[in-house]
């Protein structure tokens, strides 16, 4: 099975050389894609990963490549690194396909969430369907990941993902006791797309909501119940998660979680439930 996880060991620090940086919130300094983070160690490390957090670089705390490194370094160049390889194209096709296979893998991620929620056989055919497609894209050649159309790949599973999501919150669906400062399900803002900024949500009853692409940045959502709520591509940067019950919530990726601050009392997704800040 592909794994879905980093694995830094396996890795010759793409996600540090090929991705460009901007100074602001989340970086202390501006970088240029495929030049080498000055975090970067010669042995593929980085020297300041117990310590990114505070030091300005919680974009790096946030960032998963989904296990895409380590293909791309195993398999799609076959152990060869960017660093002393005779051939001087070598980095810049390395550093290439990272973005590619990291945008498979992630759907691969939500692919593999989908056929968990077993909503129905059809729809659960279809999604291990897809699976086993984007899994052989992201294990082709290096050519061919170039050549990819990632958002034409897109476009195919985002359909699926979303007839799951309607048919799990739709069988969730039956009343419910509003708990904390109340229901917020008939609240017009809670929509997909919401720009909920900064939004007072806490204790609030988010039950089987549709919160796809929302932008939740610093929202309060303390107490809140996300059981059976649709989170795909919501932006949870600095929201307040502490105590929130985010485990039954839908199509949850690590750096969502990454992002926002959690705390012993968040009850989180299966996998993810280690990255509290505290």
């Not at 490390?45 to 195993?74: K, P, S």
Request: hydrophobic share 40%.
């Amino acid at each position: 099975m592909t794994e879905l996880r980093p694995d830094c060991a396996r890795c010759v620090g793409l996600c540090c050389v090929a991705l460009p940086l901007t100074r602001g919130a989340d970086f202390p300094v501006d970088k240029p894609g495929g030049v080498p983070c000055g975090n970067l160690l010669a042995d593929d490390r980085c020297g300041i990963h117990d310590r990114l957090a505070e030091t300005g670089w919680r974009g790096c705390v946030a960032y998963d490549c989904f296990g895409a490194g380590q293909r791309v370094t195993q398999q799609t160049f076959a152990g060869r690194t960017w660093r002393d390889d005779p051939d001087p194209g070598l980095p810049g096709r390395m550093f290439a396909a990272l973005p590619v296979v990291h945008q498979l893998h992630e759907m691969s991620y939500l692919l593999a969430q989908a056929i968990s929620y077993d909503a129905a056989p059809d729809l659960t055919r279809r999604c291990r369907q897809l699976a086993a497609e984007v899994d052989a894209l992201a294990g082709g050649a290096a050519q061919d990941l170039l050549a990819l159309d990632v958002t034409a790949v897109r476009a195919r599973v985002a359909p699926a993902l979303r007839d799951v999501s309607a048919v799990v919150r739709g069988a969730g669906r039956s009343p419910r006791h509003t708990r904390g400062r109340g229901s917020a399900r008939t609240d017009r803002r809670i929509r997909p797309g919401a720009d909920l900024v900064g939004a007072r949500l806490a204790g609030a009853d988010l039950h089987g909501v549709d919160l796809r692409g929302a932008l939740l940045i610093a929202a309060d959502l303390r107490d809140a119940d996300l059981t059976g709520a649709d989170l795909l591509g919501a932006d949870l940067r600095d929201a307040d998660l502490r105590g929130a019950r985010v485990s039954g919530a839908l199509f949850v990726t690590p750096p969502q979680l990454a992002a926002a601050r959690t705390d012993e009392r968040t009850t989180c997704p299966p996998g993810v439930n280690d990255l509290h800040e505290g």
